[in-house]
């Protein structure tokens, strides 16, 4: 099973701050929610867990597997610069709102979409989703936990689950979730290791 986690949550993340490649810190939050999470990889036994840990080189990331790793007994996190968040250009650091005033013309349903219609200066839809299917290919079928973001996380589920592409933008993985992939199927997991629909 490959297993997929979002970083814990950030100062931007409370400050409802497109981050993309902006780091800034978690918050205590955000580092309970990755002890949470490496306790609950610890849970899932040597049959369900994985034997690696592969991160975003971003820094919340990194601080997420590093504590996800001391807590569910794994080696060292390895960086893979594949699993590092799309860029949203020069909407990043700003606030929905912030975004939409400086450019009225994109239609700003949601930061995903707009971000998927063409962020000034920020990294492609067609880029970033070739992106998350080579990634998905490269570790298909290891038993892995990888460490990444809100809007990549959504590509991977979505191009594993065989989504659209407004239909992957429109899942949302929170900052605590723990994700399932295996078989061609998407499971939610929860503190006791059950799967949620």
Request: charge should be negative; charged fraction near 20%.
């Given at each position: 099973m490959l297993l997929l986690l979002r970083h814990g949550e950030t100062a931007m993340n409370a400050g409802r701050r497109l981050q993309g490649r902006v780091d800034s810190a978690l918050t205590e939050r955000g580092r309970g929610q990755a002890l949470a999470q490496g306790r609950l990889i610890a849970s899932l036994g040597a049959d369900r867990g994985p034997g690696r840990l592969l991160t975003s080189p971003l820094g919340r990331a990194r601080a997420t597997a590093a504590i996800v790793a001391r807590e569910a007994g794994l080696p060292e996190p390895e960086v893979d610069e594949r699993l590092t968040e799309v860029s949203f250009g020069r909407w990043e650091g700003l606030t929905l709102e912030e975004a939409?005033?400086?450019?009225?013309?994109?239609?700003?349903?949601?930061?995903?979409?707009?971000?998927?219609?063409?962020?000034?200066?920020?990294?492609?839809?067609?880029?970033?989703?070739?992106?998350?299917?080579?990634?998905?290919?490269?570790?298909?079928g290891s038993h892995a936990a990888a460490v990444t973001h809100g809007v990549f996380a959504s590509l991977l589920i979505g191009a594993y689950a065989g989504l659209t592409r407004d239909e992957a933008l429109r899942l949302h993985v929170p900052n605590d979730a723990l994700y399932g992939l295996s078989h061609g199927c998407v499971q939610r997991l929860d503190p006791a290791g059950a799967e949620l629909d």
């Open positions: 939409a005033a400086l450019d009225p013309a994109v239609p700003f349903e949601s930061a995903r979409l707009a971000w998927a219609a063409g962020s000034p200066g920020g990294e492609s839809y067609a880029d970033a989703d070739a992106r998350a299917r080579g990634w998905l290919a490269a570790n298909d």
